[in-house]
């Protein structure tokens, strides 16, 4: 009898933990049948029939293709904690190709119910959003989901938003590039109100407000944090970068550069008590001047802030943005998107192992300064190289003490800076790497 109890116990176990099991639900533009049934060889067509059929914990995988029309506009997760993508979030054609488009109908997606950071988005391009009101990219009331690697672009909103809105909310946005967006107001790119939010790796560029803010407009908010974020070629009345109306911001690893503002510099704060913006390891064009601060609320880290030309890879803030490239420019090896190689350039941009030291490097390819980048590739795969690979202490040349460093690593098997081949084992391959560099020295 306790056999069976036991037998029937462990069928009961399994039967639950199947049917909480995550699912994958498929999306297809041109699936065989519409609606579809979410199935991988029947799909649905529209994105919006997909959540309705999602439960907690399942992930919607959109096909690449063109999204547009009713059941493709307006995304509603209806709080849900479901992960909504591209099959591919890491492949910048695939996220190119995977296009969310209300065709000026209404937004992209509408976060209403309090969606928390378990809702995902991630890997998607939102294009041609409109409102008359605010957010016509996203928009977030009272909800903080995660957004990842999106194209967020060519939104406008009649009010503030074009390219994001939030209020009440604390989302994290994470590698997106949020570019191309207008508002008739504020916050061209980003408008956030009373809440806090992090920006990690974000490219915000070629944005337009009428008003304040043409990357970003902060009003009433605690802990705004920009970390290893590129603000260029935006414009706005005020603040072509950003503006801070009783906010306070936290600006680090980040780069400012060729916004434009009709009147005052590209980074600016209210006059309203409590407004407050805190730079440090980073690279604002024109320096301490580039920010207007009657609040006195401005913290500047003098000694880690520089006004330095970015050396981007292809940037000109009079010519067209389709072509504008944001990798640094280094002589050790720049990472080049659209042949996705390596290649080397003749400069080296000063903002290259310049960011705060406690940022860990260790993501960054090998090799570099044993410290991250600033701007939006900084403390990623595609962070722009520095040095020469034998060069394991970083002293500026080759010699023994790196060999030593490489002897205590012989036959190791793993992932290490040692491992010149990158094969995850120190073998005579890479001795042989080792000996063509040694004696290199820095110029």
């Known amino acids: 009898m306790k056999k069976n109890l036991a037998a029937i116990v462990l069928c009961v176990l399994f039967v639950t933990s199947a049917s909480v099991a995550s699912n994958i639900i498929y999306v297809d533009a041109g699936g065989p049948n519409d609606p579809g049934t979410g199935t991988s060889e029947d799909p649905f067509r529209s994105i919006q029939d997909a959540i309705e059929a999602a439960d907690n914990g399942d992930t919607i995988e959109i096909r690449p293709g063109l999204y547009t029309g009713p059941g493709n506009r307006d995304l509603d997760p209806n709080g849900k904690s479901i992960i909504i993508s591209s099959v591919d979030a890491n492949d910048p054609d695939v996220v190119a190709a995977t296009q969310i488009d209300p065709n000026g109908a209404g937004r992209g997606f509408y976060f209403h119910s309090g969606e928390d950071a378990n809702c995902v988005v991630r890997g998607l391009t939102v294009i041609n959003g409109y409102t008359g009101g605010k957010g016509a990219g996203i928009y977030c009331y009272c909800s903080s989901p995660t957004v990842t690697n999106c194209i967020i672009s060519g939104n406008s909103a009649g009010t503030h938003g074009g390219g994001l809105f939030c209020q009440n909310s604390s989302p994290l946005i994470i590698g997106c590039i949020i570019s191309g967006n207008t508002s008739a107001n504020d916050g061209g790119g980003i408008e956030h109100w009373r809440g806090k939010s992090v920006l990690t790796n974000c490219i ?3 944005n337009q407000a009428n008003g304040v803010g043409g990357g970003a407009d902060y009003f009433d908010n605690n802990d705004i944090m920009l970390v290893n974020c ?36 590209q980074i600016a704060l209210s006059a309203a008590l409590n407004s407050s913006i805190s730079i440090s390891y980073s690279d604002v064009q024109g320096g301490e001047t580039a920010v207007h601060d009657p609040a ?9 802030v520089m006004d330095a030309d970015p050396c981007f890879a292809s940037f000109d803030p009079n010519g067209d943005p389709n072509v504008w490239d944001f990798h640094l420019q280094s002589a050790s090896g720049r990472w080049e998107p659209n042949s996705r190689n390596w290649i080397a350039d003749s400069n080296t941009s000063r903002c290259i192992d310049t960011a705060d030291p406690n940022t860990h490097w260790s993501v960054e390819p090998w090799p570099n300064g044993k410290r991250c980048n600033i701007g939006a590739y900084g403390a990623t795969e595609q962070a722009s190289k520095n040095g020469n690979p034998a060069d394991f202490d970083v002293s500026g040349a080759v010699d023994f ?29 890479d001795l042989r790497i080792f000996a063509e560099n040694w004696l290199w020295q820095r110029e």
């Open 204 to 206: 915000i560029s070629n």
């Open 230 to 265: 590129t603000f260029a070629g935006n414009s706005a009345g005020s603040g072509g970068a950003l503006y801070s109306w009783a906010s306070d911001v936290v600006v680090k690893n980040s780069v400012f550069w060729a916004n434009d503002a009709e009147s005052g510099p």
């Open 296 to 304: 006195g609320g401005l913290m500047w880290d003098s000694n880690n």
């Open 401 to 429: 003490e790196d060999f030593a460093g490489f002897s205590g690593k012989w036959h190791f098997e793993g992932p290490c800076i040692e491992d010149l081949t990158g094969n995850e084992t120190v073998d005579l391959a």
